[in-house]
């Protein structure tokens, strides 16, 4: 199930397709299809804190290391882990999947084992 992503949140239309995508490209976050899934999201869609290059605040952000800050306090990020609670795939992870250490399906996989022991 994918819910709202970052471009429908922010609508910025910077998703393929998007009313922005011409003048400004394709986000990162919309492109990253190693992180499908990822937060029930569609592509990055739903880890743009962890994805160099986004667009947020009407300008393209840097490295994860720059933004990492303004990310965690941004309503979006609030908004997943709210949604997602025990199922919040967190930075870390999602780290590992873009260095190539892990992909998207075997931290969902670890995530499900986690709530399934819970019950």
């Known amino acids: 199930m994918s819910r709202m992503n970052c471009w429908e949140f922010f609508e910025c239309g910077r998703e393929k397709g998007g009313k922005n995508e011409k003048e400004f490209g394709t986000c990162p976050a919309a492109d990253n299809t190693d992180l499908n899934g990822i937060n029930d999201g569609t592509n990055g869609g739903r880890a743009c804190w962890a994805i160099a290059g986004t667009y947020c605040r009407n300008e393209i952000q840097g490295t994860y290391a720059q933004k990492l800050g303004d990310c965690l306090k941004c309503d979006f ?8 609670r025990t199922a919040y795939v967190r930075t870390r992870q999602i780290l590992d999947v873009l260095s190539g250490k892990m992909t998207a399906s075997c931290v969902m996989g670890e995530i499900n084992d986690k709530l399934r022991d819970a019950v």
């Open 77 to 84: 990020h609030t908004f997943v882990r709210q949604q997602q």
